[in-house]
């Protein structure tokens, strides 16, 4: 791993490819254009606002982020994108209406000129949706050489030197790990087999490694996720991260459960529920798709609160969680949390949480962290999964044998590490600012 100074610099334009152009992309991109314009902030983004902290407390050495490592400038982001329905970026966003139409018109020359490819796409694994804009091949195999000549030609036409690629497309039904995910033999077996397996979110995530592009998953269906993509990435030199957006209910859920825990407060029950109406909300009203996002939402409070290790507190935790479909809140999803709790003495409390979110709203920063993180992330060496970008993620991809981190205080201390690491400076804990004790206790 090359650090600091090492890291070769941004040079050139970024292209980032997005598989889906609903919601979470036209977000995205109108925001990045609408900051180049100086007509936003690019609120939420850890990359373009937050500083980080150099040395001891003492030092006052708190530069940006952007300014400490060398990422990618938002003038220099580039944008590319497949998506079953063939308008452009401003007619995509307008169907979203996640943005005002008075934002997006002085936007709408430049997502004109944004228009997506046509998707590989299959209605046996995203069952509500449906749309002309699909490319036609005998094969899986074939689907993924045509991503991957997308990949080349979309490379070329934008003049950029270096791409990301960010699954927004839908969630895909739950599967699990079959034979053919075991391995590229066996996987590249698969695609000229059209083994039923591989879904469309695995033939970008192939095709993406294989261009030496690295890839973030943020939905949560399996995808870079398995045994032949994890080995081909790390052959390849590849970062790959993922999986499913933390942005909503579960975001605040990494909040306040760590909190509890920290206290040894019990929680006897936890309730959450949804309702969106957004393009996927009409994904997750199918039963298939649910079941992926409810086990990357349910899986979070089992590990933050460790049960195995408390069992008075957390052992008999019931935790439930829906996602109800309901068209007129569009993308405002509201959710709603009870949470059953008790303190001293066994004596009951409970706190109710009523959050009025905008779901794209809180992702297209995220989108825009991972693409400079991952981009940063190849141009320093590492490769494989990139375990330190679980902050962004509610189902965090990791090593197998590693318990993945949810606590969201624990992830942001890594991701800053991290990149303290990579600039060439220490790690900081609290040790950093009491040397005589470290001396002491050491």
């Known amino acids: 791993m090359r650090t600091g100074t090492q890291i070769p610099p941004a040079q050139g334009k970024l292209l980032v490819l997005l598989p889906g152009l609903g919601a979470v992309s036209t977000t995205f991109i109108a925001g990045v ?9 690019p609120f939420g983004s850890l990359t373009q606002m937050q500083t980080i902290r150099l040395g001891r407390r003492s030092e006052h050495r708190n530069p940006l982020i952007r300014d400490f490592l060398p990422l990618a400038r938002l003038e220099d982001l580039v944008f590319g994108a497949w998506d079953i329905f063939p308008d452009d970026a401003y007619e995509a966003a307008l169907r979203a209406q996640v943005l005002d139409k008075n934002d997006l018109e002085p936007l709408e020359p430049f997502l004109r000129t944004i228009r997506p490819m046509p998707a590989a796409f299959d209605r046996q694994y995203v069952r509500r949706l449906d749309g002309p804009n699909v490319k036609q091949a005998r094969s899986k195999w074939e689907l993924a050489q045509m991503l991957r000549e997308d990949i080349r030609r979309t490379l070329e036409e934008t003049g950029a030197q270096r791409a990301v690629m960010i699954w927004c497309g839908s969630t895909e039904v739950h599967t699990h790990p079959a034979p053919c995910h075991q391995d590229l033999e066996a996987f590249e077996r698969g695609l000229k087999n059209n083994d039923p397996a591989i879904t469309p979110s695995q033939l970008y ?5 294989q261009e030496g592009i690295p890839y973030a998953n943020g939905a949560p269906n399996l995808s870079a ?3 032949a993509l994890e080995a081909l990435a790390e052959e390849k030199g590849v970062p790959i991260a993922g999986k499913d957006f933390k942005t909503g209910q579960t975001f605040l859920k990494t909040v306040i459960a760590p909190g509890l825990k920290a206290r040894m407060l019990g929680v006897r029950g936890w309730f ?4 969106l109406g957004n393009r996927d909300g009409a994904v997750l009203d199918d039963p298939g798709s649910f079941q992926a996002k409810e086990f990357t939402k349910s899986g979070v409070l089992s590990t933050i609160l460790q049960p195995e290790l408390y069992p008075e507190l957390y052992g008999d935790l019931y935790h439930k969680v829906d996602i109800n479909y309901y068209p007129p809140r569009g993308d405002a999803k509201e959710s709603w949390d009870n949470i059953d709790i008790f303190g001293w003495m066994g004596y009951p409390m409970q706190i109710k949480v ?3 979110c905008r779901d794209s709203i809180l992702a297209a920063p995220v989108v825009l962290d991972l693409a400079l993180f991952l981009d940063l992330a190849a141009r320093a060496g590492l490769k494989g999964i990139q375990e330190w970008l679980s902050f962004y993620f509610k189902s965090p991809h990791v ?8 606590d969201l205080f624990i992830q942001h201390i890594r991701l800053k ?3 303290r690491l990579l600039g060439g400076e220490e790690p900081v804990t609290h040790l950093s600012e009491d040397l005589d004790l470290y001396e002491v206790l050491r």
């Not at 254009?33 to 902030?41: K, L, N, P, S, T």
């Not at 995530?205 to 490694?209: G, H, N, Q, S, T």
């Not at 959450?272 to 309702?275: G, M």
């Open 354 to 356: 009523n959050f009025l």
């Open 272 to 275: 959450s529920t949804n309702i």
């Open 205 to 209: 995530a192939y095709a993406a490694i």
């Open 399 to 406: 090593y197998a044998g590693h318990v993945p981190e949810h």
């Open 225 to 227: 996720d398995i045994p």
């Open 417 to 419: 590490n991290t990149l």
């Open 33 to 41: 254009e609408a900051v180049r314009q100086g007509r936003a902030r």
